[in-house]
């Protein structure tokens, strides 16, 4: 009986112990990752930015004694009236333009190669991976000499044509549609479904995993770009809030009270835009197509 | 509805040839089931009477249209998978009626169709409902409706019964049966269960490395099968064959022991079949020892040893024997199938 109660209870106690390491490992990840964000909320509602300053090595850091929204009001009237919002706004369309128009082209390119009956597909395809492991920043001074040569300095379309199209949402797309069973655009086809209507009408309603997750890397990958922009923007009419932040570290001072308000402020579009397409991150009926 | 002509039908893969010019003509609103092995090559030449495959050689004809270069959409077929391939976001109704959709049918048009279909396959209370809230076999169901709203000239299924519980299938095979005689829309049936060709088909047509073996009615081919292959596919339990050489006293199977021929048997035979149902117990006739005996209460299937071969042995009425035992078994001579040294059925 004692050997058999010590036999149930071993188990039970490993299985608490790994529970509480478990416990503790996900807590010192959230704590690396969320305190930093809690810091820079902190900050934002403090009123004197060399105290910011000072305050950053200890746990002063984390407290505010006076909060106030000053810091916000400044940022949004900074370098005129509501410049702040036009830069806002700037980033925004970008965001939603590139994000919409690269969910159209990368998945109708990863439906074709997964799919359609195109001539070197499989050579295309090793170009489109061969493609993904060259760095952005490799391309960009011949990228800003075709966009300069093309009149496209300082507009919308330089910050969004040159990234709608990319290796790495199309072969995301690829694998995706690769893995649907082939019966579903066989009988599309036996249906009179066109290539077009089949993308449309039955693999992209499919596809909402796929499709939340290219918004989301490639919504955040819009949303923080910097160096591009500031190559290409030379004044305020195109230019994202990620440049415009930047203008808050002068060569002479530094204004961190507004830089972490306007930090703040960049960081809720992007953290909603994440919220609204995580749910679909995990979810997926694709597996009811078939037996089951 | 409409005939579908092949003709010396082939097909590559490379420099591989699955399909060696088959030969079908099937007639207008014919129930044609093609039964073979896995990789036999079935699959691939319903997928090219649907489009879904390239021909590389020959010609296959719906009704007088050539289709070699048709694609599917405009072949007027329609198609029941394996596996459904119903679309997953498209409510039952929606599933239906998306081939009207894209032909441009009217809203009522394809309401109408759709109703039709699902009353024909009671599926009335399932029309909202998406696929994954049904079972194996109302999706099973669905498939068949998609196929029915098209009214096209000819049905095509591949193997759609396999993924169901043998209960199941038993009742769908009746179903596609009794909806082919209410429809009598021409229908090409791809399985791998013989017992499935034999039940639901007009003609079965069965085939073998890309070869067709044998064409014909269930039972003509259950009673004169063309070869040694055929004879052991169609049939279950499976037709005994029994190795040796006929002679003027009888087939002197391998092991010395003796098989009595039928009268006017041709020479030259090596191989002697006969059906399991077809061997009675008769204590005059040839001996065997009872090896297993497996009662299934409608009838009783006895394995026997007869010289270096095991017999099956089927016998309707209840029998009181056990491992050990000999027997005395006597072939219904008229049902007596011999082979020659290639295979054929002599």
Not at chain 1, 56 to 64: L, P
């Given at each position: 009986m004692s050997d058999l109660a010590l036999s149930v209870k071993k188990p039970a106690a490993a299985l608490n112990g790994y529970r509480f390491v478990q416990s503790i490992s996900v807590f010192i990840i959230a704590l690396v990752v969320i305190s930093p964000l809690f810091m820079l909320f902190i900050a934002s509602l403090k009123d004197d930015r060399f105290q910011i300053l000072a305050d950053?090595?200890?746990?002063?850091?984390?407290?505010?004694d006076h909060p106030t929204f000053n810091n916000f009001r400044e940022v949004g009237n900074f370098a005129g009236e509501l410049a702040f919002g036009r830069y806002l706004g700037n980033s925004l369309f970008i965001l939603f333009s590139t994000v919409s128009l690269g969910l159209i082209v990368n998945s109708m390119a990863g439906f074709i190669l997964a799919w359609g009956s195109l001539p070197g597909r499989a050579l295309i395809l090793a170009v489109v991976i061969a493609l993904y492991v060259i760095p952005q920043e490799s391309i960009i001074m011949p990228l800003l000499i075709i966009v300069s040569r093309a009149g496209l300095s300082d507009t919308f379309t330089a910050q969004i044509l040159p990234f709608v199209a990319s290796p790495l949402y199309t072969f995301l797309f690829y694998q995706f549609f690769a893995q649907l069973p082939k019966e579903l655009y066989e009988a599309a086809a036996i249906d009179g479904a066109s290539i077009f209507r089949t993308w449309w009408s039955i693999f992209i309603p499919l596809s909402l995993p796929a499709l939340a997750t290219v918004s989301i890397l490639m919504g955040i990958e819009t949303w923080n770009q910097y160096l591009w922009p500031i190559l290409i923007?030379?004044?305020?009419?195109?230019?994202?809030i990620s440049v415009a932040i930047a203008?808050?570290?002068?060569q002479d001072s530094i204004y961190w009270d507004r830089a972490m308000a306007a930090s703040v402020l960049m960081m809720i579009p992007i953290l909603l835009f994440y919220l609204v397409f995580q749910r679909w991150f995990i979810s997926s009926f694709v597996g009811s197509a078939v037996k089951g | 509805m409409a005939k579908v002509s092949i003709e010396n039908v082939a097909k590559f893969y490379g420099n591989h040839?699955?399909?060696?010019g088959i030969d079908i003509d099937i007639a207008d609103g014919e129930f044609v089931t093609l039964v073979g092995?896995?990789?036999?090559g079935k699959s691939t030449l319903l997928r090219m009477i649907a489009g879904l495959e390239e021909i590389s050689a020959g010609d296959i004809r719906i009704g007088d249209r050539l289709?070699?270069?048709?694609p599917p959409k405009e072949r007027d077929i329609a198609m029941v998978f394996q596996n459904y391939a119903l679309y997953p976001h498209m409510t039952v109704a929606q599933n239906m009626g998306f081939a009207l959709k894209l032909k441009g049918e009217s809203r009522a048009a394809i309401d109408a169709r759709v109703q039709e279909a699902a009353a024909i396959l009671a599926l009335e209370p399932y029309l909202d409902r998406l696929p994954k809230q049904l079972s194996g076999g109302q999706r099973q169901r669905v498939a068949m409706g998609r196929a029915i709203v098209r009214d096209p000239q000819v049905f095509l299924f591949d193997e759609p019964l396999s993924n169901l519980d043998a209960k199941l299938r038993v009742q769908m095979r009746a179903e596609i049966k009794d909806l082919h005689q209410r429809l009598g829309t021409t229908t090409v049936y791809v399985t791998h269960d013989q017992i499935e060709a034999m039940t639901m088909a007009d003609r079965i047509v069965v085939m073998k490395g890309g070869v067709v073996e044998q064409i014909g009615r269930p039972l003509e081919l259950y009673d004169h099968p063309a070869n040694l292959f055929v004879a052991t596919f169609i049939g279950s339990p499976a037709m005994n064959l029994v190795k040796g050489k006929a002679g003027n006293g009888g087939f002197v199977a391998e092991g010395g022991a003796v098989l009595p021929l039928p009268p006017g048997a041709k020479a030259g035979a090596v191989t002697y079949g006969i059906r399991p149902e077809h061997l009675a117990l008769d204590e005059a006739g040839f001996r065997a020892e009872v090896v297993v005996v497996e009662p299934t209460g409608a009838e009783t299937q006895v394995l026997a040893r007869f010289g270096t071969t095991m017999l099956v042995v089927v016998l309707r009425e209840r029998v009181d024997l056990n491992p050990g035992d000999s027997i005395g078994l006597r072939p219904d001579l008229s049902t007596v199938h011999l082979f020659g040294e290639d295979g054929r059925r002599l």
């Open positions: 950053m090595g200890s746990f002063r850091a984390f407290w505010v923007t030379q004044t305020d009419y195109a230019r994202p203008t808050f570290f002068g | 040839q699955v399909i060696h092995p896995s990789g036999c289709v070699n270069d048709v």
